[in-house]
DNA sequence: AGTCATCTTCATGCATGCAAGACAGTCGAT
DNA sequence: ATCGACTGTCTTGCATGCATGAAGATGACT
């Protein structure tokens, strides 16, 4: 056991998670001499990590001019919420067919604890939660591939989603569409299941065009931006 | 213009590129030095070619064992075709609404194509001619991410489909779910469409897919594979 | 003979070195 | 003063070197 991890994967992985929790901006730049004395490695490793994550659309290298943090606009932002939303979509189809009883049982675990936040917590604990939830139906499509997948869509548009919530009564609405989708889930409709499911996730519900109106450009690229955890940020220019 | 490519990108890109037309057949091990002769550079580029192959699902780099071509049992290749169902649906879906008089046009030349290699051509011409038929589609859903997420996963299923038109019938019956796809995509009938290309792509009916994922398949691959374009094959042993 | 331990060989993972290209700042010209 | 070319500095891209760990071979022991 204990597969002996390399260095670059563990940096990918740091870094990805940098992004995803949205302590790495788009459009900063990610200087490998920085990141190489931060991790305490030579640039070898970081820039395998970067060209990973730059293979799953994290990152942007331009030849020559280094890694930046891939800044979304609008339009990008939408195109990913649309595959999105027939990836979760087919996930909630195939759960609503596969899913064993125990997942079943922990799906309402996690949704009755959704509920509770909802009301209880603030947003910021209901997204955790939240995410839980999704990664239920994730892992209830039985689906290795369609999970991972998934999941990388979800993670590159994270950087994006995190006020989502803090949205007055989109707590509260969320709630009330993951319980429609449960219940479709539980009957094992799987049509209804992935409709719903899409419907949340998708442009159909006003979610996502509230989304839009709110969405505060986590710095849509163009301007300066600092140097993740260092301060020989250099100027960025875009195109 | 003539953003000048880095050799680590056109590494991976002539890497993809043997892998999809079926000269790296999956299970085949990429090894570091060959490559680098082969393409006249050191290893490093090499290096971070895999790395980006492997972060997309290409290849599969077990530390201090080297790079292997991804090979996907049954199981594996089933998942792909359920998430390609649905991405091939979603763009069906929106070229049903958003595609262009222009790429209307299009997309009539090529099927009309498509129909004429049907009965005239053979299996591989028509193949080649498929690929085009369906690129138009992912392009008429004018959503970039959705097109580069389809056509990757369709590369990464591209290995486990070359032979399946040669199935006896397969072609025309290809053809005639071109047909039906065609003719609801000019109707703007998205619904319909986006159906109609989830049952071409997809495993017609669920009961088999469902039947699979619940089996538990044994490993593929575990037999030596010769190195691309290289002698010095070393045994390759999985798990 | 079969099994296990040790040794040898070699590929990988990472560090380092070096040349080319990009950005910034300076200087000169209009 | 603005614009452009030139120069200096710095970062990246790639080559190379070296230590670690894995695969295979050899040999001893049961």
């Known amino acids: ?38 991790f ?3 640039r070898t490793p970081v820039r395998e990590a970067l060209k990973m994550l730059a293979a799953q659309g994290f990152v942007e290298i331009r030849p020559r001019q280094g890694a930046v943090v891939v ?22 189809r195939l759960a609503a067919r596969r899913m064993t009883p125990a997942e079943r049982a922990d799906l309402m675990a996690v949704h009755a604890e959704c509920q509770r936040l909802a009301v209880a ?31 990388r869509v979800r993670n590159r548009l994270s950087p994006y989603r995190r006020n989502q919530l803090h949205q ?27 409709t719903l499911m899409r419907r949340h996730i998708g442009i159909q519900g006003d979610g996502l065009s509230d989304f839009v109106s709110n969405m505060s450009m986590p710095q849509a690229v163009s301007n300066p931006q600092p140097v993740l955890a260092g301060t020989l940020g250099r100027p960025t220019i875009v195109r």
């Open 121 to 151: 917590g603030d947003p910021d604990t209901y997204y955790a939660m939240n995410t839980r939830f999704h990664e239920v139906i994730y892992a209830g499509s039985h689906n290795r591939q369609l999970e991972e997948e998934t999941r």
């Open 71 to 92: 800044g979304l606009d609008v339009r990008q932002v939408l195109e990913l919420f649309e595959i999105m939303a027939v990836l979760e979509g087919l996930c909630a």
């Open 40 to 42: 305490g490695t030579s």
């Open 168 to 194: 007055l009564g989109r707590v509260a609405k969320s709630v009330q569409e993951h319980d429609d989708v449960v219940r479709a889930l539980l009957e094992g409709d799987a049509d209804r299941a992935e």
């Open 1 to 38: 056991m204990a597969v002996p991890e390399t260095r670059s994967e563990q940096l990918a992985r740091a870094l990805e998670d940098d992004i995803c929790a949205g302590r790495a901006l788009p459009g900063m730049r990610l200087d490998e001499q920085v990141l190489a004395q931060r």
